[in-house]
Structures are given as structure tokens and as C-alpha cells.
């Protein structure tokens, strides 16, 4: 069973990186089966995938976001991570990390970053 | 990118009775690449149903997903107390997106 624990800052100041880490265990950041997914929800509002990355090197974002996100994997540590750069008060909402391929069957349990000067 | 519309907004109904959830998409999904998922309050969400039609380990079988195209359908038979929650569709056919959910309530 794989579980999933989000980390980081619950506020950041605007203009600056958001930068959180997803602890994995009962799994391997090495392992083909999973990419290692961000996605994000603001408050009452829907869900928005922001990326992956795969231990084969495949990354892919959000085309939204794309010029700002880098999703990477630590494999010494068995974690991996999101950088969003230049945030917004629109970057504001609960960050999610979860794994699978093209649908996700593992989430963590959610880590709240507000946006805020 | 494909925009999933989901309806209704809100389904209002009594325990036992069964619900109809729907999500179009504004093209075709390749190969019915849509997902179901549940979520309560607080919580992440869960994934119900993938492939469209394909219930995920120890989902219960009151929960069960078709359609192929731009047209999906999530039935639950009878509602039990606990499926009262928000669903959310997702589409993996031309990137990843969700729909912006139904929420179930008494």
C-alpha cells in the first residue's frame, strides 16, 4: 500500500517559490510503475493537475503552469517535490501529491499553502 | 484541452434511493480514458472508477461507470449515508483534467 505525506511552508509570500515535498513509502520513487503526481484544489472549488515526473526522466506539466512548476524526484530520500515559482494569491489551495499513471489511486492527505503577504 | 462539464451542480436525495451523475466532455476521449472519484470534506479524494467502466479494488459495486465518447454516466444504485460527497470526473485520454464536480447531499 502506498502512503503518500505532503511538507512544506502553509504560507508563502507573493512574488516568491512555493516549494513542497511528498515523503513516499510502500513504494520506490525508482519504481516504472508510478508517476509521481502534484494536484492541487482552492477552497471549495475543483481539482487542477499541475504535473508528474517518472524515474524513466518523463515530466510533463500543465500547460497553464508549465513556465512555472518543476516536479523532481529525490530517490536518496524516497521523495519528490514541487517548485512553482512567482506565485500569486491565485496559486492559493490545498496541494495534493499522489501517485499512479494517467489516474491516481494513492493521495496524500493534503497540505494547505496560502499565498500572502 | 479537453473541458469536462459535469451535471448537475448538486443532486439532492434520500438514502436508498440512486443517482445519476454526468460528464461531458467538449471532445472525444481517447480510448474512454475517464475516471470517477469521491471526495468527502477534508479529505483527498478517492478514485471510484477508471477506463470509464472499471471499478477500483473495494469499491463497492452500487457505484458503477459508462459511456464512451463525450458522454459519461456514474450511477450509484442505492445511495447508502456515506456516499453523500462531492464526484469529480477526470479525463487521461489528452492530458489530465477533471470536471468541476456534483455534489450529492440529503
Known amino acids: 500500500q502506498v502512503q503518500l505525506q505532503e511538507s512544506g511552508p502553509g504560507l508563502v509570500k507573493p512574488s516568491q517559490t512555493l516549494s513542497l515535498t511528498c515523503s513516499v513509502s510502500?513504494?520506490?520513487?525508482?519504481?516504472?510503475?508510478?508517476?509521481w503526481t502534484w494536484i492541487r484544489q482552492p477552497a471549495g472549488k475543483g481539482l487542477e493537475w499541475i504535473g508528474h515526473?517518472?524515474?524513466?526522466?518523463?515530466?510533463n506539466y500543465n500547460p497553464s503552469l508549465q513556465s512555472r512548476v518543476t516536479i523532481s524526484a529525490d530517490t536518496s530520500n524516497n521523495q519528490f517535490s514541487l517548485r512553482l515559482t512567482s506565485v500569486t494569491a491565485a496559486d492559493t489551495a490545498v496541494y495534493y501529491c499522489?501517485?499512479?499513471?494517467?489516474?491516481?489511486?494513492?493521495w496524500g492527505q493534503g497540505t494547505l499553502v496560502i499565498v500572502s503577504s | 484541452e479537453i473541458v469536462l462539464t459535469q451535471s448537475p451542480g448538486t443532486l439532492s436525495l434520500s438514502p436508498g434511493e440512486g443517482a445519476t451523475l454526468s460528464c461531458r466532455a467538449s471532445?472525444?476521449?481517447?480510448?474512454?480514458?475517464l475516471a470517477w472519484y469521491q471526495q468527502k470534506p477534508g479529505q483527498a479524494p478517492r478514485l471510484l472508477i477508471n477506463?470509464?467502466?472499471s471499478r477500483a479494488t473495494g469499491v463497492p459495486d452500487r457505484f458503477s461507470g459508462s459511456g464512451s465518447g463525450t458522454d459519461f454516466t456514474l450511477t450509484i444504485s442505492r445511495l447508502e449515508p456515506e456516499d453523500f460527497a462531492v464526484y469529480f470526473c477526470?479525463?487521461?485520454?489528452?492530458?489530465?483534467?477533471f470536471g468541476q464536480g456534483t455534489k450529492v447531499e440529503i
Open positions: 499522489a501517485a499512479g499513471r494517467d489516474f491516481w489511486p494513492y
Open positions: 510502500g513504494a520506490s520513487v525508482n519504481s516504472i510503475a508510478y508517476y
Open positions: 515526473t517518472h524515474i524513466s526522466g518523463d515530466s
Open positions: 471532445q472525444s476521449v481517447r480510448s474512454n480514458y
Open positions: 477506463r470509464a467502466s
Open positions: 477526470q479525463q487521461y485520454g489528452d492530458s489530465r483534467t
